[in-house]
């Protein structure tokens, strides 16, 4: 029977310094003795939240995890200085280190899971499993998806897009609403970028979970989250995570022998399914689950208790393996 496990509270919290302005607040709870693995959150610019310590068995797992740079408990809050993928990529492998890990499972959701296929394409040697949930591959078509005037989210929620591009004076593509978000939310102008952090952080919310419901209210009762939501999000995809398109894709060879579990909403309409479709057809070990009447958020109870069972798995058979 699938299930959650409590959200213990952690047992060790760390800050680690990256020599280059930021500092980083590391997490770590469950089995100290126990089977590494490394959660990362998504985003960019969401930072942790309780519920992904339920996500993973307390007395098997030492469960590490980390709010990314500028969100979270991490200084300085909404920094996009020396704020890319190598850099995150860079802060992974140092709190791998920093925990003495040699080889860890990875766990990442949406951006997360991003970061978690970019490690292991990078680092293959230290990864002994990838579980992953809504997938986002960082392709052209992944934030015409997401964003696009012709993208799926657009065409099934209009109403909301409308007010989402309006607050943007209307641009016509992709790109263009991203340099425009990109101004209003680095404005010196504090109305002009509260209004664009609250419209860029409520776009995603509606339409992230299958039953969302979600106003502005909720928005700025949670502003400081929405503010490096807002921002760090609008700095990857503007410079594209800082990777070429398809990178992950072409790359996938370099990971071909690790075992993964791929969890996607059948309705997710921030990541599209077909992103982890197409991971699955050219990642051997890697194998799709889809969830029916789910959306993209981890807080939907049948996509928690997915990403769940396959950790509980994914241990499993690594054990086994051995």
Not at 20 to 26: E, M, N, Q, R, S
Not at 57 to 84: K, L, M, V, W, Y
Not at 126 to 150: H, I, Q
Not at 247 to 257: A, F, P
Request: aromatic share 10%; with cysteine; proline share 4%.
């Amino acid at each position: 029977m699938t299930h959650l496990y409590p959200a213990i509270q952690p047992y060790r919290c760390d800050r680690i310094e990256t020599g280059d302005g930021h500092t980083l607040h590391v997490e770590q709870s469950g089995n100290e003795n126990g089977y590494p693995v490394l959660f990362i959150h998504g985003g960019p610019g969401g930072g942790l939240t309780p519920i992904y310590r339920s996500l993973f068995n307390p007395d098997i797992f030492r469960i590490i995890s980390f709010d990314q740079r500028g969100c979270g408990q991490s200084t300085p809050f909404a920094s996009t200085e020396n704020n890319t993928t190598h850099h995150l990529l860079s802060d992974i492998d140092a709190i791998r280190k920093f925990a003495n890990v040699k080889k860890w499972i990875v766990c990442g959701g949406s951006w997360g899971a991003t970061l978690a296929l970019l490690n292991a394409i990078s680092k293959p040697k230290t990864v002994s499993g990838l579980v992953l949930r809504g997938t986002f591959l960082a392709r052209d078509e992944d934030y015409d998806w997401y964003m696009g005037k012709n993208g799926a989210a657009a065409q099934m929620f209009p109403e909301h897009y409308a007010h989402f591009v309006e607050v943007a004076g209307n641009p016509g593509t992709t790109k263009a609403l991203t340099e425009q978000y990109y101004q209003l939310l680095t404005s010196g102008n504090e109305l002009e970028k509260t209004r664009a952090t609250k419209a860029w952080s409520l776009w995603e919310h509606q339409i992230a979970s299958l039953h969302a419901n979600v106003n502005e209210q909720d928005i700025s009762q949670h502003l400081h989250v929405a503010t490096s939501l807002a921002l760090l999000e609008c700095h990857y995809v503007k410079h594209r995570c800082f990777i070429d398109d398809n990178y992950i894709l072409n790359n996938i060879h370099k990971i071909s022998h690790i075992p993964g579990t791929i969890v996607h909403g059948r309705y997710d309409m921030v990541c599209k399914l077909n992103a982890s479709h197409a991971l699955s057809e050219v990642w051997k070990n890697g194998q799709l689950l889809v969830v029916p009447e789910a959306g993209h958020c981890l807080s939907e109870t049948k996509i928690a208790e997915a990403v769940c069972h396959a950790n509980d798995a994914m241990i499993k058979f690594i054990q086994e393996e051995k």
